[in-house]
T-cell receptor, first 116, second 110 residues
Framework: GAGVSQSPSNKVTEKGKDVELRCDPISGHTALYWYRQSLGQGLEFLIY????????KSGLPSDRFSAERTGGSVSTLTIQRTQQEDSAVYLCASSFIAGGSTDTQYFGPGTRLTVL | RKEVEQDPGPFNVPEGATVAFNCTYS??????FFWYRQDCRKEPKLLMS???SGNEDGRFTAQLNRASQYISLLIRDSKLSDSATYLCVVNRAGRRALTFGSGTRLQVQP
């Protein structure tokens, strides 16, 4: 079956512009996560959606970052007034929450964002 | 101090060698542990979960020491295709988001 897909694969923007990154999770997966990975760094959690529950936004680095998930499926991560330090690979993951255990997160290929 | 610490490497080993990676985590509330593999410019993929009793998957063996808050990954009979970055990952109780180490780079040479 299809995996997690993300678009665009690459995005180059100018400082101060807004960008939108899209994630299509695996069909049937109820949980969706956004992470980012800066050069040479580990993945940093940004935000988590699970069903109709309020999202866990504890990882968002500033109020310039926001995300939404429409219809429990597709998610969009928006970065307003981009800064050069926002340059990173933005990775989306999804999982099927089957109970109290931690379920495997499947990652998309990422969007490589470069802010000039 | 980072929540998950790994030696960044690189570890350069010949084909057929045995190599071990270590990882320490600082949050004692961590309850699930994993090793992910990430190839250059690719997304991370789950390699294996890590259980307290230790577990093995072919040439890969993972160990967890909760008392020392220490996780290890052993790769036997290294292959060229094992060259990648290995990410140590933990999950805190009550939190779905994963916490990643910065990764250990392995380069297996012919």
């Amino acid at each position: 079956g299809a995996g997690v897909s993300q678009s665009p694969s690459n995005k180059v923007t100018e400082k101060g512009k807004d960008v939108e990154l899209r994630c299509d999770p695996i069909s049937g997966h109820t949980a969706l996560y956004w992470y980012r990975q800066s050069l040479g760094q580990g993945l940093e959690f940004l935000i988590y959606f699970q069903g109709n529950s309020a999202p866990d936004k504890s990882g968002l680095p500033s109020d310039r970052f926001s995300a939404e998930r429409t219809g429990g499926s597709v998610s969009t991560l928006t970065i307003q007034r981009t800064q050069q330090e926002d340059s990173a690979v933005y990775l989306c993951a999804s999982s099927f929450i089957a109970g109290g255990s931690t379920d495997t997160q499947y990652f998309g290929p990422g969007t490589r964002l470069t802010v000039l | 101090r980072k929540e998950v610490e790994q030696d960044p490497g690189p570890f350069n080993v010949p084909e057929g060698a045995t190599v071990a990676f270590n990882c320490t985590y600082s949050n004692s509330a961590s309850q699930s542990f994993f090793w992910y593999r990430q190839d250059c410019r690719k997304e991370p993929k789950l390699l294996m979960s890590v259980y307290s009793s230790g577990n093995e998957d072919g040439r890969f063996t993972a160990q967890l020491n909760r008392a020392s808050q220490y996780i290890s990954l052993l790769i036997r009979d290294s292959k060229l295709s094992d060259s990648a970055t290995y990410l140590c990952v933990v999950n805190r109780a009550g939190r779905r988001a994963l916490t990643f180490g910065s990764g250990t780079r392995l380069q297996v040479q012919p």
